[in-house]
């Protein structure tokens, strides 16, 4: 069995001698950490344990990226969406790099050139469909754009074919199987990365509520279970984590479907989170000013009679959108920090205690995403699923850009139809 086994290797142009054949990943050396605590906290807390050292520094940087995500926030959404293109490519990078380190002593080619131009053909690819999507009267004006626009997905395929050709190009004896790894790392990668960080951008169009709301949901869950699992945290919760307690995940879960209460009907009231980002033809910019829809103006419920006697109300006034709220930080509370999870597994995998060093006390950027991701998805069917219909403005738009003769073919199909059903009638009668 062993010499069948050996000569089928050999057909496949392998030897025995290829350690990935024979150990997976064995024969790599685990990426290193380091501790890159600035040196200014070392000292202030050098008198502490090494549990309440990690508590402050955690703590401090937390505060610190708070602050930036506030900052980042009062700049809009276009600095938004810059900030999560960055946040995609590091994250890639993080990713990629952990690829090239398993597997650097084998000299591939290519490797990290290909992986950074799919990357390149994938960004593009969304890019380009969400510019068509949201912005489609400046793509309809500029004579390039309305080219791009046109053959953009004949593009995009064009470029990924020929990272396709580069890569079967690349293939080299006795190292077939160890570059399709790597083939599929890269591809996992893009889908786990770029595809889930432009769903945050259209999240970020559909109105900034929809962007802030379910990533402060994640953060304070993260913060909330740390906090609950470090004071008061007893049972393990799940062995891929032996620092996840029980009492943690019980305890940021209230936390974070009150704070997401809290926050919705704070963030409701106002215009610029609410509305979604639209593109004013008269004065070329972006703008987020509207009409609030129905989700978010004040209606008044009636509570439960199990629980009248108890708050001591009948009713209460409330948005809409603070009962969406409940479900988006139920699912960041619940499900969200299985992404850690996921994560967690990962990092085991290989060895490794974070994805990178990038951020003291926390890891590489992606160890803080790592539930952001999926988190983001949810939002991006929930809203598919129970909140967006069709959008007039959008509609108008593109009869704007039809032919003549097709915008009266589409105005006297409309306009029988209102007459069969009566309401054209109605409307000139009144």
């Known amino acids: 069995n062993l010499q069948e086994s050996e000569s089928e290797n050999k057909l ?5 001698s290829d350690s990935e054949s024979k150990s997976e990943f064995g024969g790599s050396s685990p990426v ?6 600035p040196e200014v906290l070392n000292r202030a807390l050098s008198n502490l344990s090494s549990r309440w050292k990690n508590w402050w520094v955690r703590g401090i940087l937390t505060l610190a990226m708070i602050t930036f ?3 980042i926030i009062y700049l809009g959404p276009m600095v938004l969406m810059t900030i999560v293109m960055c946040v995609q490519i590091k994250c890639f990078h993080e990713i990629i790099t952990i690829g090239y380190n398993v597997y650097h002593s084998y000299d591939l080619p290519w490797f990290r050139t290909l992986s950074w131009y799919f990357l390149l053909c994938v960004n593009y690819f969304f890019y380009g469909e969400t510019v ?3 912005f489609f009267t400046l793509v309809q004006r500029e004579e390039p754009l309305r080219i791009l626009s046109k053959y953009h997905r004949f593009i995009s395929f064009a470029l ?4 396709f050709c580069m890569f079967v190009l690349s293939l080299v004896k006795k190292h077939y199987r160890l570059q399709f790894y790597m083939f599929g790392w890269t591809h996992v990668t893009l889908l786990i990365v770029v595809t889930q960080s432009h769903l945050i951008i259209h999240n970020l169009f559909e109105g900034m509520i929809w962007f802030i709301v379910p990533i402060s949901c994640v953060i304070c869950n993260d913060i909330m279970a740390y906090m609950f699992g470090f004071f008061f945290g007893r049972t393990p919760l799940i062995k891929l984590s032996p620092k996840k307690t029980w009492e943690g995940f019980i305890g940021g879960f209230f936390s974070t479907v009150l704070f997401g209460l809290l926050l919705s009907y704070v963030m ?3 215009r610029c989170f609410t509305c979604p980002v639209e593109f004013n033809n008269d004065t070329n910019s972006f703008t987020v000013d509207c009409e609030p829809s129905e989700l978010f103006q004040l209606q008044e419920y009636n509570i439960p009679v199990v629980l009248q006697s108890v708050v001591g109300w ?9 009962i969406h709220s409940i479900a988006l930080s139920t699912f960041a509370s619940l499900i969200g920090p299985f992404g850690g999870f996921f994560a967690s597994g990962f990092k085991r995998a290989f060895k490794i205690k974070d994805f990178a060093n990038t951020i003291p006390g926390h890891g590489g950027i992606m160890d803080r995403f790592d539930c952001q991701y999926l988190m983001a998805t949810f939002v991006n069917v929930y809203i598919a699923s129970f909140i967006r219909g069709p959008n007039p403005s959008k509609l108008i738009q593109q009869f704007l850009t039809l032919r003549p003769d097709q915008q009266l073919h589409i105005f006297n199909t409309l306009k029988a ?7 054209l009638g109605s409307l000139e009668d009144a």
């Open 132 to 134: 068509t999507d949201y």
């Open 314 to 322: 009948k009713t209460v006034r409330m948005y809409p959108f603070q």
């Open 417 to 423: 139809h209102l007459v069969d059903r009566g309401i």
């Open 69 to 71: 995500f506030f900052i």
């Open 12 to 16: 496949d142009g392998e030897t025995a």
């Open 160 to 163: 990924y074919l020929t990272g």
């Open 268 to 270: 409701s009231g106002y």
């Open 32 to 37: 290193p950490t380091s501790d890159d605590t």
